[in-house]
């Protein structure tokens, strides 16, 4: 496989949102700005490979627009760095990432600047496409809570490793929003319809529980990591097979505890293969009086606490991944996201954020605020085409894929 050579790109990223703004008079240049925003991934370089790091550890290593350009960045002149022979992601502190940085995103909207909301989604959605047709090997760290995008820019790679600190969830559901950076094509290829229950539950999967269901390909104690990331650091290789090795030295084999909810794939099924919203409710509320499993009641109370809206989109927008590829699944999201962020049918969103994570009073005002309320109408409203005068995720899929 042929490389092109290295292209260096010098870019002056602005700052994502400021108050105020200055001239500077001055012929020296500030470099200030653009030191922080590569703080916030740094690199690591290896005899035969590199490494991103995540490095907002004081927010989880939530995602900024900045930081989802600089990751696409790094990763297109990794690619083509015959050098290079495979690349790696983790990140700093007790998250490798807690997804999207939506108080970000909402603050953005608040102040009337919807469309950096949707080149965020732009870049965040078309480094995921990158990620899931990436031409060398790459690993994922997900050391610590991996939510929302921070499963979307890993998950689609060849490689995750995952920790006995490791805690995942799509949680989008429950701040009024969709699960998207690629969950639409990941989880409704989980076993059975443990995707749907993921989805409008957000509930958490630990490590062990994700190599189980196919979301991780390794599992390695905390402690044993410096010593993979040793032996991945001096391998002189672009061979997937010695590094799949490698990571599998430090492995070790697991399996879920008899509380895991992997245990209750019957009742997922059965509950969560439903047609429609309200039919899950009524399958869970006559599983619970049957059984009296504490954990339907607790799906129950989860799902109750969501946007109305978002659940209703979020189980359509799975169920049409599940004949999906990752390409449409991306353009699909994007038209959502842009739905939401637009406020068209809609301020869910923005709500969820003010009630969880910016007041946090715990009691959004959802609009609709009953499922029965939420009609086909409004829920294929977020899924038609945009308009002319809004274009569609525009994904290399023609240069990255060109069978398809």
């Known amino acids: 496989m042929r490389f092109h050579k290295l292209k260096v790109l010098l870019s002056l990223t602005k700052p994502l949102r400021s108050n105020h703004y200055y ?22 370089g290896r005899a035969k490979s590199r490494a991103a790091i995540l490095n907002r550890p004081s927010a989880l290593n939530a995602l900024t627009p900045s930081m989802a350009g600089r990751l696409s960045r790094l990763y297109e002149s990794w690619e083509e760095n015959s050098d290079i022979g495979f690349v790696m992601m983790k990140g700093n502190g007790r998250a490798f990432c807690s997804g999207a940085d939506v108080v970000t995103l909402y603050e ?56 006995d600190r490791t805690v995942y969830s799509n949680p989008e559901a ?13 989880l409704s290829r989980l076993p059975g319809y443990l995707g749907e229950y993921l989805a409008l539950t957000g509930e958490k999967l630990n490590g062990v529980e994700m190599i189980a269901c196919g979301l991780a ?52 099924d059965k ?18 009086a049957e059984s009296h499993d504490e954990w339907c009641n607790t799906a129950l109370n989860k799902i109750k606490e969501a946007s109305p809206l978002s659940l209703k989109v979020a ?48 009691a959004p005002k959802w609009g609709p605020i009953r499922l029965e309320e939420v009609t086909t109408d409004m829920v294929d409203c977020f899924f038609i085409p945009l308009d002319e005068l809004e274009p569609e995720l525009n994904l290399a899929t023609a240069i990255r894929e060109p069978s398809m």
């Open 217 to 268: 390909t390794h599992y390695s104690l905390k402690e044993r990591l410096p010593w993979m990331e040793e032996r991945l650091g001096k391998l002189i290789t672009d061979d997937r097979l010695v590094i799949e090795n490698s990571l599998a030295q430090y492995g070790d084999l697991v399996y879920p505890d008899r509380r895991s909810v992997l245990h209750k794939f019957e009742k997922i």
């Open 174 to 186: 429950q701040i009024g929003f969709h699960p998207d950076a690629g969950a639409s094509y990941y």
């Open 23 to 44: 001239r500077h008079f001055s012929a020296v240049p500030s470099y200030a700005q653009v030191d922080y925003l590569q703080e916030q991934v740094l690199v690591e």
């Open 108 to 163: 953005l909207i608040s102040e009337g600047k919807v469309e950096e909301c949707k080149k965020f989604f732009q870049t965040l959605y078309k480094f995921v496409y990158l990620l899931g047709t990436y031409l060398k090997p790459n690993v994922a760290i997900l050391d610590g809570v991996t939510m929302g995008s921070g499963a979307g820019i890993s998950l689609p790679g060849m490689f995750r490793v995952v920790t």
């Open 315 to 362: 189980l359509k927008s799975i169920r049409e991944g599940r004949f999906q590829p990752l390409d449409q699944c991306l353009v699909r999201e994007y038209r959502i996201s842009v739905n939401w962020v637009s406020k068209r049918m809609s301020d869910d969103f923005c709500e969820g954020v003010r009630a969880r994570l910016v007041d946090k009073d715990f």
């Open 271 to 288: 509950c969560f293969s439903q047609d429609t919203v309200e039919e899950i409710i009524e399958a869970l509320e006559r599983e619970a």
